[in-house]
């Protein structure tokens, strides 16, 4: 029995032999009332299972003085209840080109009145736990409150009727269509540069249903079917968890008053289409560009087009004294064989004194 104690708590897992649901759940409420503050435990108690306990903390084995110590580390719960929102951007056509804003976290946390936030990266989002009731986080910032300078991700959630100063915008340029899947949900966000044919099959259909999507949506599939695009295959999860944390599709209208520079289409397609397949909205941030990098790629070709000119210029100036100078040796060759053709020539007289 102690060494199946002790392998189950080598892969943190707690043995019933160890302590029983109902010794550990009356020490757990000691363990509640003795809490400072407003501190929570991170499950109810009064329903806790050794399972369910295993997922929420560490356990560790101590050997001190000829007895194994069984240290078991519960996290504590803020007592500000966030939730956890995934930020999904839609590009908005403008021209020939899309333009996106690109929000510096991809996931932030925000409490029911708005007042407290967090952002969260996908790194920080990796080490969080998914419990049955709740997503558990490690508080690795504290919490801000909502007042002034807020980031880009926060300002969006306020719904702005303008685009915060805090929000960079890229463009882009489409080549294929993007499918982009939400989480916990078979349902996808297209955008379609031009117009996709679509056939669509279902386990009780015979025969396949064409459909055609064109500008931007949300194309939803039950378990039974799957839809194919002239891309990819689209393929329903078969059994959906639920989870907390919730696609957030920021409602910002992008003024049409923004001007995008002027490129060359030859250079336009070097710097905005991209070369991979994109198949989620969170990757066109790498194949796009800000108006800065625009108009320092019109500058460049400016730059370029300069100095093609100026060195014409010089080119031709350099042939044109060229021409003079062989001009001007040859000038000065033919005056002197014509000198040399017209020289008298005045004979010798010998002189005889009479």
Same mark, same amino acid.
């Given at each position: 029995m102690v060494g199946e104690i002790i392998s189950a708590a080598q892969n943190g897992i707690i043995h019933s032999g160890m302590i029983s649901t109902r010794e550990l759940r009356m020490q757990?409420?000691?363990?509640?009332? @003795?809490?400072?503050?407003?501190?929570?435990?991170?499950?109810?108690? #009064?329903?806790?299972?050794?399972?369910? =306990?295993?997922?929420? @903390?560490? =356990?560790?084995?101590?050997? &001190?003085?000829?007895?194994?110590?069984?240290? =078991?580390?519960?996290?504590?719960?803020?007592?500000?209840?966030?939730?956890?929102?995934?930020?999904?951007?839609?590009? !908005?056509?403008?021209?020939?080109?899309? &333009?996106?804003?690109?929000?510096?976290?991809?996931? &932030?946390?925000?409490?029911?009145?708005?007042?407290?936030? %967090?952002?969260?990266?996908?790194?920080?989002? &990796? @080490?969080?736990?998914? =419990?049955?009731?709740m997503t558990l986080c490690p508080e690795t910032q504290p919490l801000r409150l909502g007042t002034a300078g807020l980031p880009c991700e926060i300002e969006l959630f306020m719904k702005p009727t303008i685009i915060p100063r805090t929000c960079a915008i890229k463009y882009l340029e489409l080549s294929r269509s993007i499918y982009h899947k939400l989480k916990n949900h078979n349902k996808w966000i297209y955008i379609i540069n031009?117009?996709?044919?679509?056939?669509?099959?279902?386990?009780?259909?015979?025969?396949?249903?064409?459909?055609?999507?064109?500008? !931007?949506?949300?194309?939803?599939?039950?378990?039974q079917c799957r839809a194919h695009t002239p891309q990819v295959v689209l393929t329903p999860n078969r059994h959906l968890k639920s989870v907390q944390n919730t696609d957030?599709?920021?409602? !910002? #209208?992008?003024?049409? @008053?923004?001007?995008?520079?002027?490129?060359?289409?030859?250079?336009?397609?070097? %710097? %905005?289409?991209?070369?991979?397949?994109?198949?989620? %909205?969170?990757?066109?941030?790498?194949?796009?560009?800000?108006?800065e990098e625009l108009e320092s790629a019109v500058q460049e070709e400016k730059d370029k087009s300069i100095l093609k000119t100026t060195s014409g210029m010089h080119t031709k100036i350099i042939i044109i004294l060229g021409i003079m100078i062989v001009y001007s040796l040859y000038s000065a060759y033919k005056h002197k064989q014509k000198y040399r053709s017209h020289r008298i020539v005045i004979p010798r007289v010998d002189v005889t004194t009479l």
């Open positions: 757990l409420r000691d363990i509640l009332i @003795s809490l400072p503050g407003q501190l929570k435990l991170p499950f109810d108690v #009064n329903y806790i299972s050794l399972y369910e =306990l295993s997922k929420t @903390s560490k =356990l560790a084995i101590v050997y &001190m003085n000829g007895t194994l110590v069984f240290e =078991l580390v519960i996290p504590l719960l803020n007592p500000v209840e966030l939730t956890l929102y995934h930020i999904i951007l839609l590009p !908005v056509r403008k021209e020939q080109l899309y &333009m996106h804003l690109t929000p510096e976290f991809e996931y &932030m946390a925000i409490s029911k009145t708005h007042e407290y936030y %967090l952002t969260i990266s996908v790194n920080h989002l &990796m @080490s969080c736990k998914e =419990l049955i009731s031009t117009l996709d044919d679509v056939a669509v099959t279902c386990d009780q259909w015979e025969n396949a249903k064409n459909i055609q999507l064109r500008g !931007v949506g949300i194309i939803t599939l039950s378990e957030f599709i920021p409602p !910002v #209208n992008i003024p049409t @008053s923004v001007k995008i520079p002027l490129l060359p289409s030859a250079k336009l397609d070097s %710097l %905005l289409i991209h070369q991979n397949p994109i198949v989620k %909205l969170n990757d066109i941030s790498d194949f796009s560009k800000t108006i």
